[in-house]
T-cell receptor, first 117, second 111 residues
């Protein structure tokens, strides 16, 4: 399977703990995105990388959240001092930036479901 | 505010019927994408339509875009039970790569 993969698929943690999620994009995609989705809502944008550079961050991304893409391939999203309000599905997507057919289509991974107790 | 807001309706149709859902957005877009999501699972990319396109087809899917009305529609023809899902539209606008999603349309296809 050459799609976007995410690990872990599920994470249960206690309030105040730190958690880290990993995303592996489609190999030739230079753009990587993180979104968060809560029940009954559409996904909300968190942050975006082009290669290893983090180019956009949503105001939803508080200082407890940090994302990296150190070599321009996989990415990690860390949440420090988790709160119950952080409980959500965290989705990663990737795309090929550019013009023309097939570019800019964002393909999503299966997500990491976080539950903060 | 989020771009891409589907008509807040839940559709329940019989297998074989067509399903139509609509989406509106607020400002000029670069492109608009439709996704399907089965209960509690990831998003599956269905189709992308660019701002200079008016209609696209992919299998049983037909998407239209009306930039004068800032709206898009997704038609699923000859629906199947496996089409039961939530459908989201999401737009990107110029100078920005983020997708702005609506709340989704619940479609239930009854066998």
């Amino acid at each position: 399977d050459t799609g976007v993969s995410q690990d872990p698929r599920h994470k249960i943690t206690k309030r105040g703990q730190n958690v880290t999620f990993r995303c592996d994009p489609i190999s030739e995609h230079n753009r990587l995105y993180w979104y968060r989705q809560t029940l009954g809502q559409g996904p909300e944008f968190l942050t975006y990388f082009q290669n290893e550079a983090q180019l956009e961050k949503s105001r939803l991304l508080s200082d407890r959240f940090s994302a990296e893409r150190p070599k321009g391939s996989f990415s990690t999203l860390e949440i420090q001092r988790t709160e119950q309000g952080d409980s959500a599905m965290y989705l990663c997507a990737s795309s090929l930036g550019g013009a023309g057919v097939g570019y800019n289509e964002q393909f999503f991974g299966p997500g990491t479901r976080l539950t903060v107790l | 505010s989020q771009q891409g807001e589907e008509d807040p309706q839940a559709l329940s149709i019989q297998e074989g019927e067509n399903a139509t859902m609509n989406c509106s957005y607020k400002t000029s877009i670069n492109n608009l994408q439709w996704y399907r999501q089965n209960s509690g699972r990831g998003l599956v990319h269905l189709i992308l339509i660019r701002s200079n396109e008016r209609e696209k087809h992919s299998g049983r899917l037909r998407v239209t875009l009306d930039t004068s009305k800032k709206s898009s529609s997704l038609l699923i023809t000859a629906s199947r039970a496996a089409d039961t899902a939530s459908y989201f539209c999401a737009s990107t606008y110029y100078g920005n790569n983020r997708l702005a999603f609506g709340k989704g349309n619940q479609v239930v296809v009854i066998p």
